[in-house]
């Protein structure tokens, strides 16, 4: 059986930016050996799904955003690299600091996060299942998505994470 998470912040006096060394840091050569980057017809899988949803619902579709992809591929590499399942990172990090540390900003920013499925169908179906993940998925003011997923080195357990943003 699967396990997902959610986590929704609204955060003030924020607007998307670039990525800085902070992030960079997580995501070093050691690192990207272990843990490749999500591709992008992955990617792009996960954000047709999501708006499929939305479309249903009569709300606009998010974008793929590579600097939020950037950050749930840290996020998620970290969780695979570590064995474990959450949305405080490694050092006691919250989703919110890990974020801002990579330089990212906005008024509305949220996270889901999955492990143990296997595509991008199956963890899109379970987030639809839950409401707090779909209420991150569907929310109006959305705009922009980015994916991660690593699986640990014992194959056991893929992480997947979505963070979901909007502009002030």
Not at 83 to 106: C, E, I, K, M
Not at 129 to 143: C, E, V, Y
Request: glycine share 10%.
């Amino acid at each position: 059986m699967p396990f997902f998470l959610s986590a929704g912040h609204g955060l003030r006096r924020m607007g998307l930016a670039a990525v800085t060394s902070a992030m960079l840091v997580a995501l070093s050569p050691s690192s990207a050996q272990a843990c490749a980057e999500v591709s992008p017809r992955e990617a792009a899988r996960m954000t047709d799904l999501i708006n499929a949803d939305r479309r249903t619902r009569g709300l606009a579709p998010v974008r793929h955003e590579p600097n939020l992809a950037r950050v749930a591929q840290g996020h998620a590499c970290d969780m695979a690299r570590n064995g474990f399942f959450g949305h405080t990172g490694s050092g006691n990090v919250p989703f919110a600091q890990r974020v801002r540390a990579a330089g990212l900003r906005g008024c509305i920013l949220s996270e889901n996060l999955a492990m143990g499925v296997r595509s991008s169908q199956q963890a899109h179906r379970v987030w639809m299942q839950s409401a707090g993940h779909r209420q991150n998925i569907l929310r109006p003011d959305t705009t922009h998505v980015g994916l991660g997923i690593a699986t640990p080195r014992n194959g056991r357990g893929m992480r997947w994470v979505t963070v979901f943003a909007a502009g002030c």
